[in-house]
């Protein structure tokens, strides 16, 4: 009897955990995805920079202007990629505008054009692929942080319950940046999202 009652509470207490609410605005998505227990929004702090990494579906880049509809056919086709932004702040604010004008220029060329063979995702079995795309928009000093959108091609990744996304030092001196995601984490975001 004992036995019965401990497997449907471990039976319950896996279904309530599993659940996750839909998600319809765009202040939900952002509350979900900075809700830390989640598993979406990994930080990472080197000295005085803060750096973070957050899964973003293509969808929410895709659809700029945040209509959140349920049943929307708005995403169809176009779950093809998976993307990260990482966000690089020191103090709170921007942290390319803090940096020297002799490292400034370089940094900015390397975010804006060179950033691809820098950046990885690596999958259970040690398959690594690389970003299809890295785009950088400076925003002069505008921002709380400078952001770096990461779009990879979702046909490469393979079933594999976690990832690891690496990015190597691009001229700041933080060294390598180090960011892992579940896939079941980001699997529940996709589920509950309804836009």
Request: with cysteine.
């Amino acid at each position: 009897m004992k036995g019965l009652v401990a497997s449907s509470l471990i039976l319950l207490i896996s279904f309530v955990s599993g659940c996750t609410q839909d998600i319809h605005s765009r202040e939900g998505f952002f509350k979900y995805v900075k809700d830390k227990d989640n598993g979406l929004l990994q930080e990472v702090k080197k000295s005085d920079v803060l750096t973070s990494a957050s899964y973003v579906p293509f969808q929410i880049i895709y659809n700029k202007k945040w209509n959140f509809q349920k049943n929307s056919n708005s995403n169809s086709g176009k779950s093809s990629k998976i993307c990260f932004i990482i966000s690089f702040s020191r103090n709170g604010k921007e942290l390319l505008s803090q940096l020297d004008l002799n490292v400034y220029s370089d940094v900015l060329q390397t975010l804006s054009f060179q950033m691809i063979p820098l950046v990885s995702l690596k999958m259970d079995d040690e398959h690594v692929i690389s970003p299809t795309d890295c785009l950088f928009q400076q925003t002069y000093g505008l921002s709380p942080a400078n952001e770096l959108l990461l779009v990879f091609d979702s046909d490469e990744i393979k079933a594999s319950k976690k990832y690891s996304l690496t990015i190597e030092d691009f001229g700041i001196g933080l060294g390598e940046l180090k960011y892992n995601f579940l896939r079941g984490d980001i699997d529940r975001l996709n589920k509950a999202l309804k836009i």
